[in-house]
């Protein structure tokens, strides 16, 4: 049985991608490796919609939010940490790990922030960052960053932004929006496979951490990314193999280009929550701030996760993605990012019906995938 | 021209292992996945010759370095760091990083500790731990581990070893020595891609570091590692990509037996030194500590860096290593570890006289290689 995943992140990676992990290794310390690396800093740049430096870091998604929040906090330090779903909440843990305290802005898991609570917050604090998970993976939400930059911007604070299953499937003006450290994973939109993590730093960003004496941090202390980016170079020895994928991912991806690409994921999460509207589920997220990289559906009354994730893998080969603590049994999450096509996500969604109907679901058999087609017919 | 890598790592990889670099992407929470790190655990287990826990981290050695470091010292405390190269002497900045202090134990590039200047640090100090590099890249030295740990058990600190470049190469009792926290790195004599570090953690430093209120970390904390570790996961998304060949490379070495593979490390290293003394060249390190996986050799008076390093990859495509820090310019190292076979150096030490031949250097062509066919065939 073919396996198929469709979760968010790790996605399935193009055959040319795969076989240049099996590139032999080379010195990482030679002008050849510099000079691949700096392919991948300007791919990198060109998906952030950034001019600035980007650290390239060999570890996951949660390596580059800790990296962020440790070379800016030092201890005492206040942070305004965004809710609303796991990822958002990673970030106070993160913060308070290292001595900082967080303030929390709560949001109910599925809804978007509201700037309002946001302004409130920074009214009453003198916090050095405001935090935000842009896509929130666990809900399938995507918070407006614009005006949480703007926010930011005017109260003199850091905007810290967790992109990671927005970049490269979503449009991220790291630059437009001012996001002063926005971090990004090789494993989600951009189609390479897990094992680095990305921060692009303002010159804002960088000023503060080039002056915080009270940081806490070696490993993953940005101020060495900087010095050694400065040099073509990482400050530790890099992943090879993983950045020989990611150098083509990244060309794959500008070969699509990156409106063509957002355009892609857009209709396709239109088309997925079509469908499940059609097959008379519910979806998860508020619909005005639903994200376009990943889908989040409630499990219909009746049905258990089993009923659902389970029989798609065990009958199909298909693997989505459960809820995620509080929402675990709850939901379950399409990831239609990165390298899935309408074909595909058509496949995936006609088995869910199938897999639905068995179940006793109260539904009409190809309405989904019609409302699908539809969608993706509608170019 | 073909290109080959003798340098103390990346390694070159096995087909096999680079084949495997290519498998498909997967859940990273499925059982099948659980399934292949349990695999890499019980490989990590063999080669370390322990029953502890092996944290595995996406990051390099150095993440490795400061996971250990960070999880276990608080503000203030005090931490006894072995020098005598670039690594021991990493130690040392990370402990600061993290608020620590350090005490070092200054020792000579090229010299090995003496246990005694080592006891005498401790009996002023009340650290909680002690650090050193094993095998020293960038010097060419293994330290006697055994001795040190001893000390560290007698006075009840945690012993923290660098093994990087001794684990799979050579003989590394982690239980047996007492090292609390052995980290090692993918990239060196395990022959898997770079990119993953390990640390082997005794139940003494589990009790510290899950009972320190003061530990300054998120990713790198290494309580999260065990707790997954119960699981049979991760943490964090792991870098699926490494561990496939992870995984391959542990099976290959498990297939080799690990005696075998230290026997053949320390005949290459003995070929190695004495080709280079019938080459009229000097050893670096002091040869009663002689590393078995790179030797570090002097470049003769009258000869450059790039006389011999720059022709060996210009005219032959070889790369060696260079020196670094304060030996920069004045010696090289040649990595003799992991899939590096007879025949391999032999050409290399073939190439590496015609290069000092060309540059002028006096010494008998052949005489080099003529020692080390004498001590390949010597088994």
């Keep these: 049985m073919k396996k198929r ?14 076989s240049a992990l099996a590139t032999p290794m080379m010195g990482h310390r030679t002008p050849d490796f510099n000079a691949i690396l700096e392919e991948c800093w300007n791919g990198l740049r060109y998906v952030y919609q950034t001019k600035n430096d980007v650290a390239i870091i060999t570890g996951s998604g949660t390596a580059a939010m800790d990296a962020a929040v440790s070379s800016v906090v030092s201890a005492g330090d206040e942070v305004i940490c ?19 305290k967080a303030v929390n802005v709560p949001v109910e898991w599925g809804r978007a922030v509201s700037p309002a609570d946001v302004e409130s917050a920074v009214s009453k604090s003198d916090a050095v960052a405001i935090t935000m998970t842009h896509n929130e993976t666990s809900t399938g939400v995507l918070h407006d960053a614009e005006e949480i930059g703007r926010i930011a911007r005017k109260n003199n604070m850091l905007f810290i932004m967790d992109a990671v299953t927005s970049i490269g499937g979503d449009d991220v003006r790291t630059d437009g929006w001012g996001v002063d ?11 390479a496979p897990p094992g680095l993590g990305f921060a692009a730093v303002s010159e804002r960003a960088w000023n503060v951490i080039e002056n915080n004496s009270g940081k806490r941090g070696f490993y993953l202390d940005l101020a060495s990314y900087r010095k050694s980016l400065k040099k073509s170079t990482t400050p530790f020895t890099p992943a090879l193999s993983l950045i020989y994928g990611l150098r083509v991912a990244l060309a794959e991806l500008r070969a699509e280009g990156l409106e063509n690409r957002i355009r892609r994921h ?16 519910e979806l998860f997220a508020d619909p005005t701030h639903a994200s376009n990289t990943v889908t989040a559906i409630k499990i219909p009354v009746g049905l258990t996760d089993s009923d659902v994730r389970g029989r ?20 379950f999450r399409i990831g239609h990012m990165a390298n899935v096509d309408n074909v595909e996500l058509l ?16 539904f009409t058999l190809g309405a989904g995938v019609s409302a699908a087609q539809s969608r993706l017919s509608s170019l």
Aim: with cysteine.
């Design 5 to 18: 995943i469709l979760i968010p992140g790790p996605v399935e990676l193009s055959p040319a991608v795969r």
């Design 82 to 100: 965004i809710g609303g779903g796991k990822f958002g909440e990673r970030f106070p843990k993160i913060v308070r790990a290292f001595g900082g």
């Design 181 to 191: 450290i926005c971090i990004t994973g090789s494993q989600k939109c951009l189609a």
């Design 266 to 281: 857009r209709m396709l999460a239109a088309a997925t929550r079509e469908a499940a509207l059609a097959m008379n589920l």
């Design 312 to 331: 798609l893998k065990d009958e199909y080969g298909i693997l989505l993605a459960g809820g995620q603590e509080s929402v675990k049994g709850k939901i």
């Design 347 to 362: 496949g995936v969604l006609s088995a869910l019906e199938m897999v639905l109907a068995r179940a006793g679901h109260d």
